[in-house]
């Protein structure tokens, strides 16, 4: 049997994307319980894992259809479970992430998700491609968490995060926007083709 069949369900990208899911629990606990430093390599550990999932896929041939939903499952949930958390002060010091944004990050992945199944079921489309706005909104998110945590971990305020904060902010907005758009697009095409 061909260990590298693009079907095969158990393989090193679906590990890694599984992996991710496993570690959210695991950062929860290192940020509730006041230990910086272990959320930050776990975060570290995570976003390499992330990296790992689609490298494999293509060096390796190992795409599948569980691995195009555990792939952004595991960015999502592990993102969420991070923002939510970064957002808490009691749980965080002496850097915070602010609700507004948190609100904004969270309300976006939601609209994507419900707009995602709404056409799934209307028209059927099954591929939602990222859109470049999409894509810079999520290495500022990320960035931003990444920050936080880092300075976090040193003990120390970082003030300039606000910027960060912001501009994941605005990307975030201007990308639910786009997101929306494209959707409305899709669904316009599919009536006048019926």
Known sequence: MNENRPDRIFNIPNFFSLSRVILV??????????????????????ATTDFLDGASARLFNQKTKLGALLDPFGDKVFMTGAYITLTIPSLNS???????????VIGRDVLI?????????????????????????????FLSLLLVLLFNMLGKEAGFL???????????????????QRGREWFRSSRKED
């Open 25 to 46: 629990p695991v950062f929860l606990y290192a940020v509730i319980n006041g230990r910086p430093q272990m959320a930050f390599i776990i975060f570290l550990v995570s």
């Open 113 to 141: 998700v419900g707009g995602a199944i709404v056409l799934y079921l209307l028209i059927h489309v099954k591929s939602f491609p990222p859109t470049l706005t999409g894509k810079s909104s999520t290495v500022w998110q």
């Open 162 to 180: 606000f910027w960060f904060y912001i501009i994941a902010g605005i990307l975030t907005i201007i990308s639910g926007y786009e997101y929306v």
């Open 94 to 104: 002496p850097n915070v992430l602010p609700l507004w944004l948190t609100a904004i």
